[in-house]
């Protein structure tokens, strides 16, 4: 079980990597675009994410429901945006930036939540 744990892990690891990849490529483009890598990264780490709390729920280990429900809602609203603008021309900087500020915030709180 522990090796499933560890490859949903480094799955959820590449998920974060193409939300982080997919906004820092667009950091000097003009127009900025919403990339299929933030889309689909969002996707990856959602169900990842879930799959992980599952596993570590069935294998007795603790699990933190408050950390994990304030993760979960910064990636539900890092999807929403991902998906709202996946096929427009040009997003604001605000949108893009809000995306990589979730995306950082949600590994802090990974981090530093204990």
Not at 24 to 30: D, E, G, K, P, S
Not at 59 to 66: C, F, L, Q, R
Not at 76 to 105: D, F
Request: no cysteine.
């Amino acid at each position: 079980m522990e090796i499933l744990k560890d490859v949903v892990l480094v799955l959820h690891f590449l998920g974060l990597a193409g939300i982080l990849g997919g906004v820092l490529a667009q950091r000097r483009a003009n127009p900025r675009r919403i990339d299929a890598l933030v889309w689909h990264g969002s996707l990856t780490q959602l169900v990842t994410g879930v799959a992980l709390v599952g596993l570590n729920e069935a294998t007795g280990d603790d699990v933190n429901n408050v950390k994990i429900g304030v993760k979960l809602l910064i990636l539900l609203v890092i999807t929403a945006l991902a998906w709202r603008y996946r096929k427009a021309e040009a997003v604001a900087t605000s949108v893009w930036g809000a995306i990589g500020l979730l995306t950082v915030a949600n590994v802090a709180i990974a981090v530093l939540w204990h």
